[in-house]
C-alpha cells in the first residue's frame, strides 16, 4: 500500500502572488492560504489586455481569505514598472517581515497579430508584465532569500513557447523565463533557494472568449484551475525536490518539459552540403537533457574529444563584475 503523504502547509510562511485578483492566481492565492500562509495579493486590476485599473480586484481575494480565517494582504501598484514590481516585494517584507515564496503568474493578452503587422510596442507590453516585471521582483526579493538561505520562487509560463502563430510577443515574452529560470537557479542551488516554472492550462479569463463548441465544454470541464494550482504549491514548499525545472500542468497532468540536444553530426571539415545530406541524422536519436548552459558546453567538449584536466572556472561570455 503506497504511504499517506502528510499534508503540505506553509504555516508561517509569507507568499507573494502576483496576478492574483482572478483566475488560476486568485486559485493559487486562496489555496496558500487554505494552507497557512499568510499571502500578499498582488493585482493592478487591469483588463485582460492590461488597460484601466480596479484597485478593488486584490482586495477582494483578500477578503475572501480573511473570511475563511486566513491572513492576506492586497498589493495594487503596476508591476510593469520597476518601482511597482519591487514595493510588492517590499510590502511583504513590511507587513509580515519576511518572504519566502514568490510566484509570478501576472500577465495579459493582446490578442492575434500577424509578423508584418507587429510592433515593439506589443513586445514591450508584453515583456513588461512578464520579463521585465519578474526581474525586478527577483532583485529585489534576492538579497533576502540569500540571507535567509530559503526561498522558493514559480514563474507561470505558457506552452506558447513551443510556436504560436500571430502571437509572437506573448510567446517570446513567456519563453523568457526558461533562461531567466535555469539561470538563477544556478546561483541558488547552493543558498536554499529553489526556482521552477510551470506552463500551465486552466479555465480562466483567457478562455472565456472561447466560443461554445465540444472543445470549449470540454476544456472548461477538464482544465481546473486547483489542478494548476497543486503543482505550484509543491514547487513552492519547502519539500520541493527540483529546481530548474519546467513543468507543463493541465488537467491533472504533470510532464517535465526538457531543453535538450540530439547527438548530432561531427564532422571537422562541416560545409554547407554536409548539413543537408545529414538533416535526418541531425534531427533524430535519443534526446540528452541538460540542467544548464554549463552542462551543454560539457557535453558538447566531450563530442569534440575534449577533456579538460583542470577547472573550467566561470563559463561564461564576459568575466563577473567586481564589487566596489
Same mark, same amino acid.
Given at each position: 500500500?503506497?504511504? @499517506?503523504?502528510?499534508?503540505?502547509?506553509?504555516?508561517?510562511?509569507?507568499? +507573494?502572488?502576483?496576478?492574483?485578483?482572478?483566475?488560476?492566481?486568485?486559485?493559487?492565492?486562496?489555496?496558500?492560504?487554505?494552507?497557512?500562509?499568510?499571502?500578499?495579493?498582488?493585482?493592478?486590476?487591469?483588463?485582460?489586455?492590461?488597460?484601466?485599473?480596479?484597485?478593488?480586484?486584490?482586495?477582494?481575494?483578500?477578503?475572501?481569505?480573511?473570511? %475563511?480565517?486566513?491572513? $492576506?494582504?492586497?498589493?495594487?501598484?503596476?508591476?510593469?514598472?520597476?518601482?511597482?514590481?519591487?514595493?510588492?516585494?517590499?510590502?511583504?517584507?513590511?507587513?509580515?517581515?519576511?518572504?519566502?515564496?514568490?510566484?509570478?503568474?501576472?500577465?495579459?493578452?493582446?490578442?492575434?497579430?500577424? *509578423?508584418?503587422?507587429?510592433? +515593439?510596442?506589443?513586445?514591450?507590453?508584453?515583456?513588461?508584465?512578464?520579463?521585465?516585471?519578474? *526581474?525586478?521582483? #527577483?532583485?529585489?526579493?534576492?538579497?533576502?532569500?540569500?540571507?535567509?538561505?530559503?526561498?522558493?520562487?514559480?514563474?507561470?509560463?505558457?506552452?506558447?513557447?513551443?510556436?504560436? !502563430?500571430?502571437? +509572437?510577443?506573448?510567446?517570446?515574452?513567456?519563453?523568457?523565463?526558461?533562461?531567466?529560470?535555469?539561470?538563477?537557479?544556478?546561483?541558488?542551488?547552493?543558498?536554499?533557494? /529553489? @526556482?521552477?516554472?510551470?506552463?500551465?492550462?486552466?479555465?480562466?479569463?483567457?478562455?472565456?472568449?472561447?466560443?461554445?463548441?465540444?472543445?470549449?465544454?470540454?476544456?472548461?470541464?477538464?482544465?481546473?484551475?486547483?489542478?494548476?494550482?497543486?503543482?505550484?504549491?509543491?514547487?513552492?514548499?519547502?519539500? *520541493?525536490?527540483?529546481?530548474?525545472?519546467?513543468?507543463?500542468?493541465?488537467?491533472?497532468?504533470?510532464?517535465?518539459?526538457? @531543453?535538450?540536444?540530439?547527438?548530432? #553530426?561531427? %564532422?571537422?571539415? +562541416?560545409?554547407?552540403?554536409?548539413?543537408?545530406?545529414?538533416?535526418?541524422?541531425?534531427?533524430?536519436? !535519443?534526446?540528452?537533457?541538460?540542467?544548464?548552459? $554549463?552542462?551543454?558546453?560539457?557535453?558538447?567538449?566531450?563530442?569534440?574529444?575534449?577533456?579538460?584536466?583542470? !577547472?573550467?572556472?566561470?563559463?561564461?561570455?564576459?568575466?563577473?563584475? /567586481?564589487?566596489?
Amino acid at each position: 500500500m503506497a504511504e @499517506v503523504q502528510a499534508e503540505l502547509r506553509f504555516d508561517r510562511r509569507v507568499v +507573494l502572488v502576483t496576478g492574483a485578483g482572478r483566475g488560476m492566481g486568485r486559485v493559487h492565492a486562496e489555496s496558500f492560504a487554505a494552507r497557512g500562509a499568510k499571502v500578499v495579493a498582488s493585482d493592478l486590476g487591469t483588463s485582460l489586455r492590461g488597460e484601466g485599473a480596479d484597485v478593488h480586484v486584490a482586495q477582494a481575494v483578500v477578503d475572501a481569505i480573511r473570511a %475563511k480565517g486566513g491572513e $492576506a494582504t492586497a498589493y495594487g501598484a503596476d508591476l510593469g514598472e520597476e518601482n511597482g514590481a519591487r514595493a510588492a516585494v517590499r510590502c511583504a517584507l513590511e507587513v509580515y517581515g519576511q518572504l519566502d515564496v514568490l510566484v509570478h503568474n501576472a500577465g495579459i493578452a493582446l490578442g492575434g497579430m500577424p *509578423c508584418e503587422r507587429e510592433s +515593439l510596442d506589443r513586445l514591450d507590453k508584453l515583456l513588461g508584465i512578464n520579463t521585465r516585471a519578474a *526581474c525586478a521582483l #527577483l532583485s529585489e526579493a534576492w538579497p533576502h532569500m540569500l540571507r535567509r538561505k530559503y526561498g522558493r520562487i514559480v514563474l507561470i509560463g505558457s506552452t506558447a513557447w513551443y510556436g504560436i !502563430p500571430l502571437n +509572437l510577443p506573448y510567446a517570446t515574452a513567456k519563453a523568457s523565463y526558461i533562461g531567466l529560470a535555469r539561470s538563477l537557479a544556478g546561483e541558488g542551488a547552493e543558498q536554499g533557494i /529553489r @526556482v521552477n516554472v510551470v506552463a500551465p492550462s486552466g479555465a480562466s479569463r483567457m478562455s472565456e472568449s472561447m466560443p461554445d463548441s465540444e472543445f470549449s465544454r470540454w476544456f472548461r470541464e477538464t482544465m481546473k484551475p486547483e489542478l494548476v494550482s497543486s503543482a505550484v504549491l509543491l514547487l513552492s514548499h519547502e519539500k *520541493c525536490p527540483v529546481t530548474g525545472e519546467i513543468f507543463a500542468v493541465a488537467g491533472g497532468r504533470v510532464a517535465r518539459v526538457v @531543453v535538450a540536444e540530439t547527438p548530432g #553530426l561531427i %564532422k571537422r571539415d +562541416l560545409s554547407p552540403e554536409d548539413v543537408l545530406e545529414h538533416m535526418p541524422q541531425i534531427m533524430s536519436g !535519443p534526446l540528452t537533457p541538460f540542467r544548464d548552459y $554549463a552542462d551543454s558546453a560539457t557535453s558538447l567538449m566531450r563530442a569534440l574529444g575534449f577533456e579538460p584536466t583542470e !577547472p573550467m572556472g566561470q563559463v561564461s561570455s564576459a568575466p563577473p563584475a /567586481r564589487q566596489r
